[in-house]
């Protein structure tokens, strides 16, 4: 999409700022399998220098998730912040998740991927309403200490052993 879309070119090496709205279309054009709603705002600072730019994203919003126990649908609220280094090279490649080598020719820097990135990031795992917020705490409270799995191997239990591996321990 053109709209997180910058044009790297005619850009003086200096800080710029730009702001971008966030909404429904934006996730149904970078992908609604995480998250298909919500509404954010993210705030970049680009600073551009001759052998690299430095992005620092912050995004804060609203998403709309769907509860994994009642399929119910709630607002989640996000605040995130990233930071993005983009060095000039001969090939575009990413080197770790804070590096990417853009191609010296580009002219211009796709910035909504990122965004879509950031803010994925930032939605937990397990998408519980606000409702059941007190019974998970309680759920975690009650099987601190306790031993939630148990493969039945117990060698202080004797009394139960199959009298062929019995004899089997005789050999030793």
């Known amino acids: 999409m053109k709209a997180y879309r910058i044009n790297i070119i005619g850009l003086s090496n200096k800080v710029h700022q730009f702001d971008f709205e966030i909404g429904k279309e934006f996730f149904s054009q970078y992908g609604a399998d995480l998250l298909e709603d919500g509404s954010f705002t993210a705030h970049v600072d680009l600073n551009k220098s001759e052998t690299f730019l ?98 039945g191997d117990d060698d202080n239990n004797d009394d139960d052993i199959d009298p062929r591996w019995e004899q089997l321990k005789k050999l030793k």
């Open 54 to 151: 430095e992005a620092n994203f912050e995004i804060e919003g609203i998403a709309k998730l769907i509860c994994d126990r009642s399929l119910e649908t709630f607002d989640y609220p996000i605040k995130t912040k990233h930071k993005m280094v983009f060095k000039y090279g001969d090939e575009d490649q990413e080197l770790t998740d804070e590096i990417v080598i853009i191609n010296r020719e580009a002219d211009s820097l796709e910035l909504g991927q990122y965004i879509y990135e950031f803010i994925a990031l930032a939605v937990p795992m397990k998408k519980l309403h606000p409702k059941f917020k007190d019974e998970e705490e309680n759920d975690d409270n009650e099987l601190e200490g306790k031993i939630i799995y148990s493969s």
